[in-house]
């Protein structure tokens, strides 16, 4: 039986028993684009053949698996290069896989006796999808290229950031979604709508995940870019 292992990963740990111990982060390999196949090679040795800062990779691999904020040693960079190519990749999954898979799933399981609610169902979740998509786009058009521009040394405008509060709202809306489908949905297909909330809660992890990534990691390496470029 696989089960998770709650502990520092390095980079001498193999990435096969990472995969093995903490399959979610399948989903980081994914952002990274590494392919799989890798066999029994390091994590630093898979990262250093893909170009990718392995400091970063394992910043993000041990913050998924511990749920919460890392504390870096002080020696420890992280990559703003890769950390946004990172969180743009994890976007584009939201948005242009995820959710659109989680809605058409959603929709084939929907009980045809059930007209209003299923309205009120399909109403709710567009509108948390609308809210991910504004968020994300936000981020993709504006903090990206502030960031891009604080690491060319270019004169830009202070940004205002208020991503803990957008991530807190966003999570609560999922949150309230999959939990409307628990109580009051009544599905004609058990296993049908009980794949539709796997889904939904594998979602909510993930997304859980790639809000942590941006509040512990990407704010903080951005807030100290600030501090160096103004001095």
Same mark, same amino acid.
């Given at each position: ?110 009980? $045809? ?6 309205? *009120? /169902?399909?109403? @709710?979740?567009?509108?948390? &999808?609308? %809210? ?71 979602? $909510? ?6 809000? *942590? /990534?941006?509040? @512990?990691?990407?704010?903080? &390496?951005? %807030? ?8």
């Amino acid at each position: 039986m696989s089960t998770f292992r709650f502990r520092n990963y390095g980079e001498q740990d193999a990435m096969s028993d990472l995969i093995s111990e903490h399959y979610p982060a399948l989903f980081v390999l994914s952002r990274f684009q590494i392919a799989l196949g890798f066999g029994d090679k390091s994590i630093s040795e898979v990262c250093r053949e893909n170009n990718i800062d392995t400091p970063t990779f394992l910043a993000i691999i041990n913050l998924m698996v511990k749920h919460q904020p890392v504390i870096l040693p002080a020696e420890t960079t992280i990559s703003l290069s890769s950390l946004m190519d990172y969180l743009h990749r994890s976007h584009d999954y939201f948005l242009l896989y995820r959710l659109p898979e989680i809605r058409k799933k959603l929709v084939n399981v929907l009980n $045809e006796n059930q007209e209003d609610l299923n309205k *009120a /169902v399909l109403g @709710y979740f567009d509108k948390f &999808a609308t %809210e991910v998509k504004k968020h994300m786009l936000s981020e993709n058009n504006k903090v990206f290229p502030y960031v891009k521009a604080l690491l060319q040394k270019e004169n830009c405008e202070k940004y205002v950031f208020g991503f803990k509060k957008q991530h807190e709202r966003i999570e609560t809306s999922l949150t309230e979604f999959k939990n409307i489908l628990i109580k009051y949905y009544p599905a004609q297909n058990t296993n049908e709508i009980n794949s539709v909330l796997f889904d939904i809660f594998s979602c $909510e992890r993930d997304l859980a995940s790639h809000n *942590a /990534v941006e509040d @512990y990691l990407f704010l903080p &390496a951005i %807030e100290a870019l600030e501090k160096q470029s103004a001095s």
